[in-house]
């Protein structure tokens, strides 16, 4: 990191990188079926650990999981589909990208 309070150090596929505080973060809603275990959401965060599929403990399913102190507002888990095929937005319309003020007010957290 370079010392100022609005940039963030990450790992991001096993390498580090400095990013501004971003503006925007995805937020997973109620909508989300986790893609039945197979998301490509995570695939396509650039940023190791950031997404998490949590499985049902009643079934196949499950769900995904952000890390508001790890994600870095760029959008890919919403514009890419599988095989590569693009996508405006995840199938099930369950990413939300929400403006980071108003994240750490739901959160009750003031985000690095």
Known sequence: ???TSSEVSLQARGREIVVDRPM???VINENCTGCSGSPVCISYCP???CMHWI???DGPSGRI???PFLCIGCKLCTSKGPDGTFLDGCPWDAIEMVKTPELEKRLGVTLP
Do not use: K, N
């Open 47 to 49: 940023v190791e650990a």
């Open 24 to 26: 925007i973060m995805a």
């Open 65 to 67: 999981t952000v890390d």
């Open 1 to 3: 990191m370079t010392g």
């Open 55 to 57: 499985p049902d403990t």
